[in-house]
């Protein structure tokens, strides 16, 4: 069986790198790990989820993929009992903002490896939680996939740079999809703001906000739209 990865898993495969020993956290079916693994990017990965399911699975897959020697399977929350020394690369995606704190926390010397983050929603805590820890964004892309936009980043140590809709590498280098990632986003503020400002005991600071988050993507579509005249 060889895998193909739909577009959001590969973006974030083609982020890894070559030769680098692998873990893949939440790892679902291990499609990642195996593409890997298949391809000579990775000599060994491990593949961790907290649920005994999706590793059945995994091991499943592996084994029809013919990597199930160089698969490692690891029943795990997170990163406990994960031996700094034994990765070099840490994938998390799919999972919220929150969920990748909590991780993070957890184990702090994973801030030292090569990070690759696909998160879900939270994203501005998110980023503002790796700046206070003294991670940066060295790498950053948009990828559509099955209806949805989805953000990747690579981290490394660094000075986090201001984003106030969404990371500067992305309008430095005019991704493509910023456009209907700006309007997706804008949708989805108004609707949040919508809901907020009918409740009866609204929050004034969450309220400023959300207007903050709105007006900065109202700003970055406009900008992006004279890219594009």
Not at 6 to 13: D, N, T, V
Not at 89 to 98: F, N, R, S, W
Request: with cysteine.
């Amino acid at each position: 069986m060889s895998i193909v990865l739909s577009s959001r898993l590969q973006k974030i495969a083609d982020y890894v790198p070559d030769g680098s020993r692998v873990i893949d956290v939440g790892t679902d079916h291990a499609y990642i790990p195996i593409w890997l693994l298949q391809t000579g990017r990775s000599d060994t990965v491990t593949a961790a989820d907290v649920r005994p399911g999706p590793l059945s699975r995994a091991a499943s897959d592996a084994e029809r993929a013919g990597v199930s020697d160089r698969l490692r399977l690891v029943l795990t929350d997170g990163l406990c009992g994960v031996s700094p020394e034994s990765v070099d690369c840490i994938i998390i995606a799919g999972m919220g903002g929150e969920t990748i704190i909590h991780i993070l926390s957890a184990a702090p010397w994973a801030l030292d490896k090569h990070l690759i983050l696909q998160p879900q929603s939270k994203i501005g805590e998110l980023r503002a939680w790796l700046g206070e820890n003294g991670c940066a964004i060295s790498d950053a892309s948009l990828v559509y996939d099955t209806g949805r936009i989805y953000l990747v980043w690579k981290i490394a140590r660094g000075c986090m740079r201001s984003a106030p809709a969404v990371d500067p590498v992305l309008i430095e280098k005019r991704d493509r999809l910023l456009k209907p990632y700006a309007e997706d986003q804008i949708k989805r503020i108004r609707k949040q703001l919508a809901g907020k400002e009918s409740a009866v005991a609204a929050d004034p600071q969450e309220l400023t906000s959300l207007r903050a988050r709105l007006d900065a993507f109202l700003n970055l579509y406009e900008e992006v739209c004279t890219w594009q005249a």
